[in-house]
């Protein structure tokens, strides 16, 4: 067994781990990053990157198949589904590639392959090669998709998102269990690209969607599209010789459907479990997560320091990264700690419509307001810009505090949601009023024009601003 002595042992070369490891190398030399399986990130091996490649092709077909209503003619639409995943896969590696490069430049010294485990507060095991002594720690070690055990009856024919990106074809179909995020974008990226998709729920939810009025919304929309049950229950999942048999409940009736192929996007679960963390030495809740500080990332008062998806706290990439540089600086500057800054809470699941939050969920002003808040609204059925793109579907809702007038939330489910929810959430954390949002300059014909009319209208139902006018004649048609 190989012995090494460092300052600062960081287990997981994902983008937190990595984003650790650069701000921790500015400051020692004694500094080691461990990956136990392979260099290139979820984000770009199998996370962000190829589901948006999978989502921009889809995103493609549909164009070309709605392009009639615009009096264009495309003809027939022949997807390839070989060439589709060609290039998924093609583009893929080209993000992955310089992730790896940029792993492979790092001192040799400064990295370790090896699935790691804690020996005790100060000591790793990694592989069964090396024991790494370290005075601090980041654990940065990701998620991994969670399968209920009924899934597991699907066999060869059980698949995660990892799979996917894989491919050399489109299969003819495909049951996705769990409308979450990863559900929703890939089971409607499969349908528009012609797989048959059947997407299924237990709770009712779509997208992560709090607000129950744009839940309702985007459920309608997205059942309008392709075989969506939100609420049901699983009875069985067979192998058979046709694919994998699915039998559910919903509405009180049993239905029985055959598929290529199961996807399980059911969640993700933490990869804490097999890291021994029980001899860490620090304080666990009753599910075994680490207790820890999400301002400076320190578990309790240790040495010990969490960071990215295996927290939990926020499973996004910017938060990833975030995270992996306040822990990183604290872990360099140890035993001397300080919080770094939070940003405001940002969400975009890109899906067709795409949706979008900020800041806080209605139920969380709810309860920071205590109940003192208002909601402004727009729909986008009739906005002047989508309107004449034909995205003319969705809802705006926007969350301001009575009293202040401070703006404190919103979601949306409709077009060009990734943009909007940048502008909102950058007013949010600059602590802006719904008032002086509204000095801000909005452009003509735009989508922003729709989230003006819904700031209008909070401002309103804040008694801060006057009843909007019908038509807006100071805003030119079609607001
Ligand atoms: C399909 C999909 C789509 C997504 N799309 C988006 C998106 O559009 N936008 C967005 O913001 N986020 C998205 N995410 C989430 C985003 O990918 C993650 O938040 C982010 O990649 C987390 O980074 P991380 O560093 O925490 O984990 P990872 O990148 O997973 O890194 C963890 C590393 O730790 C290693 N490891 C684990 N256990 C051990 C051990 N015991 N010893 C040594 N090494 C270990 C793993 O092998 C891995 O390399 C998506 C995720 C998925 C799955
Ligand atoms: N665009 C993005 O930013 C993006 C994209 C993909 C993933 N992500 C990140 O990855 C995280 C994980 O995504 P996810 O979609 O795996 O998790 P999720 O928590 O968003 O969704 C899981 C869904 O599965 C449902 N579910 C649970 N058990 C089920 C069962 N037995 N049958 C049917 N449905 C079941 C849940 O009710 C929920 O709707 C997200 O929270 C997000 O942080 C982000």
């Not at 192929?261 to 097999?274: E, F, K, M, W």
């Not at 963390?277 to 680490?290: F, K, S, T, V």
Request: proline content about 4%; overall charge negative.
């Amino acid at each position: 067994m190989n012995k090494r002595d460092v300052d600062v042992a960081i287990i997981g070369a994902g983008t937190a781990g990595m984003v650790a490891y650069q701000r921790v190398a500015k400051k020692t030399d004694r500094v080691v990053l461990i990956e136990g399986e392979q260099y290139g990130t979820t984000c770009a091996r199998v996370g962000c990157m190829p589901s948006k490649l999978l989502i921009a092709a889809a995103e493609r077909a549909h164009d070309l198949k709605s392009a009639g209503d615009f009096g264009v003619l495309a003809g027939d639409v022949r997807i390839d589904g070989r060439l589709v995943m060609q290039r998924v896969r093609a583009e893929r590696d080209k993000f992955v590639a310089p992730v790896v490069r940029s792993m492979e430049k790092l001192p040799e010294e400064h990295r370790l392959m090896g699935h790691a485990r804690f020996l005790d507060a100060h000591r790793l095991e990694v592989g069964d090669h090396t024991e790494v002594r370290a005075d601090r720690i980041i654990i940065a070690t990701g998620s991994r998709p969670n399968i209920p055990g009924i899934f597991k009856e699907a066999r060869d024919r059980l698949i995660v998102n990892d799979d996917i990106f894989d491919w050399q074809d489109l299969p003819d179909s495909v049951a996705v269990f769990g409308p979450g995020v990863i559900g929703l974008e890939l089971g409607q990226a499969l349908s528009r690209l012609g797989v048959k998709v059947h997407l299924f729920g237990v709770s009712g939810g779509i997208g992560g969607l709090r607000d129950e009025k744009i839940r309702d919304y985007a459920l309608k929309t997205f059942s309008e599209e392709f075989a969506f049950s939100p609420k049901t229950e699983t009875r069985r999942v067979e192998r058979t010789d046709g694919g994998v048999q699915i039998t559910w409940l919903e509405d009180g009736k049993e239905h029985q459907e055959t598929f290529d192929y199961l996807l399980a996007a059911t969640g993700r679960r933490p990869n804490i479990d097999n890291l021994d963390i029980q001899n860490a030495g620090i304080e666990l809740d009753d599910r075994g997560m680490p207790e820890f500080d999400p301002y400076t990332l320190r578990c309790g008062d240790s040495h010990i320091f969490i960071v990215g998806d295996v927290n939990n706290h926020r499973p996004l990439l910017h938060e990833a990264a975030d995270e992996g540089r306040i822990a990183g600086d604290n872990a360099a500057a140890y035993p001397e700690v300080q919080t770094g800054l939070r940003k405001t809470p940002l969400a975009v699941v890109f899906s067709d419509p795409q949706i979008a939050s900020v800041g806080l969920t209605i139920h969380q002003v709810d309860e920071k307001c205590r109940g003192c808040f208002a909601v402004g609204e727009v729909s986008f059925e009739n906005q002047g810009r989508s309107k004449v793109i034909g995205k003319n579907r969705g809802l705006l809702r926007v969350y301001g505090e009575h009293g202040s007038g401070l703006f404190m939330g919103a979601e949306m489910f409709g077009p060009a949601a990734e943009h909007i929810a940048h502008l909102l959430a950058w007013c949010a954390q600059k602590r802006m009023t719904v008032s002086d949002m509204l000095e801000m300059p909005f452009y003509h014909p735009v989508i922003e024009e729709g989230l003006r009319s819904a700031l209008k209208d909070l401002n309103r139902n804040l008694k801060l601003g006057p009843e909007p006018a019908e038509g807006c004649m100071d805003c030119g048609p079609g607001v």
